[in-house]
């Protein structure tokens, strides 16, 4: 007990670690956050005009798609439609129509609008005579959080990597590695220690996350709770693979940052490029991919999906935890 006493708090000193155990739920504040933001009114159409310009027909009805702002001077007019932080579209009478400028550097919408409202204006009251249906406004973020989310979570879920590797590192830039070696612990203690601070972390990590994300249900809490024990279990065992084979504290962070790099982004590819059968299978390989897809499948409802992932992912602990014992007898053999 004393030991994990030891280890914790050797964590809590580490910036490092409680960045990483902080920054997924900070995300998961914020995806929360941006999800109750409308930014529906980024893609709305912004009118210059010169003042006593156009009649006040024409920009009651320019008023119709968008906000109108007068401008006093034909420079003032240029300056507002050439600035790159604005989609203004400068507007102005020809004879009984309407000639349109932009700069060129506005989306490709914004220009299209621009090139196609001078006819518009000249048949309105044939438009004005058309049915209007008027369909509900999709929420931006939507389809974008269902990819964040599960996303968010898998790296709340695999922190303990970063844990572990990094105070083990640490340990040896500090010397204490050579201490633990003189002391009268065995290595299935030593190890159990390291696994548990690893685990204790990515796991309380990786459920906080999952309580802002997600509304769960009692069942569907257990269902997530059997993807994240194994999930942080392997994550644990990876960042003491990190940490024993890594020389120093410049190669261990340049191995964490592509562990952490394939764990994201294989999932994402596979699920963006829809990658099924045998391939799908070996990407199965990477543990993140099937916490990924669990974490998925629990979103939309399919727990069966959701409980394979979790059986997916015990699999990795038992393969994991197999290899670092038969690591630690080499390396202790070799010794």
């Known amino acids: 007990m004393k030991g994990l006493q030891y280890q914790l708090k050797s964590v809590l000193r580490d ?4 960045m990483t155990f902080l920054l997924p739920i900070l995300v998961a504040v914020a995806l929360n956050f941006m999800g109750s933001i409308d930014l529906s009114s980024l893609g709305e159409l912004h009118f210059g005009v010169l003042e006593n310009d156009l009649p006040p ?10 906000p109108v702002t007068a401008y006093a001077t034909q420079k003032e007019l240029a300056d507002a439609v050439k600035e790159p932080s604005t989609n203004v579209i400068g507007v102005q009478a020809d004879g009984d129509s309407l000639k349109t400028s932009v700069s060129g550097d506005e989306l490709e919408i914004f220009r299209q609008a621009a090139a196609t409202l001078p006819a518009l204006y000249e048949r309105r009251e044939a438009a004005g005579r058309a049915e209007v249906l008027t369909l509900e406004r999709p929420d931006i973020l939507k389809s974008l959080q269902g990819i964040f989310i599960p996303a968010v979570l898998m790296v709340a879920m695999f922190m303990g990597c970063t844990f572990n590797a990094m105070n083990i590192i640490s ?3 500090d010397g204490v590695a050579f201490i633990n070696e003189i002391l009268p612990m065995t290595p299935g203690r030593y190890v159990l220690q390291k696994i548990a601070v690893g685990f204790f972390f990515g796991g ?7 309580c802002i994300c997600f509304q769960w249900s009692w069942r569907g809490f257990g269902i997530i709770l059997a993807l994240v024990v194994p999930s942080s279990f392997v994550a644990a065992l990876i960042g003491l693979f990190i940490g024993r084979l890594s020389e120093g504290l410049m190669t261990g962070v340049a191995c964490i940052k592509i562990v952490m790099l394939v764990f994201i982004a294989v999932p994402i590819v596979c699920t963006l490029a829809g990658v099924s059968g045998p391939l799908a299978v070996l990407c199965n390989i990477v543990p993140s991919q099937p916490a990924f897809a669990g974490i998925l499948a629990l979103s939309w409802g399919d727990t069966a999906e ?8 015990t699999v990795h602990g038992i393969v994991w935890f197999a290899g670092y014992v038969l690591l630690c007898a080499r390396q202790n053999k070799r010794a």
């Open 306 to 313: 959701a409980a394979k992932a979790a059986g997916i992912l």
């Open 204 to 210: 309380l990590s990786s459920v906080v996350t999952a």
């Open 171 to 173: 340990e040896k830039e």
């Open 15 to 18: 910036k490092f670690c409680l």
């Open 57 to 66: 027909q024409a920009v009651a009805w320019l008023e119709r798609y968008g």
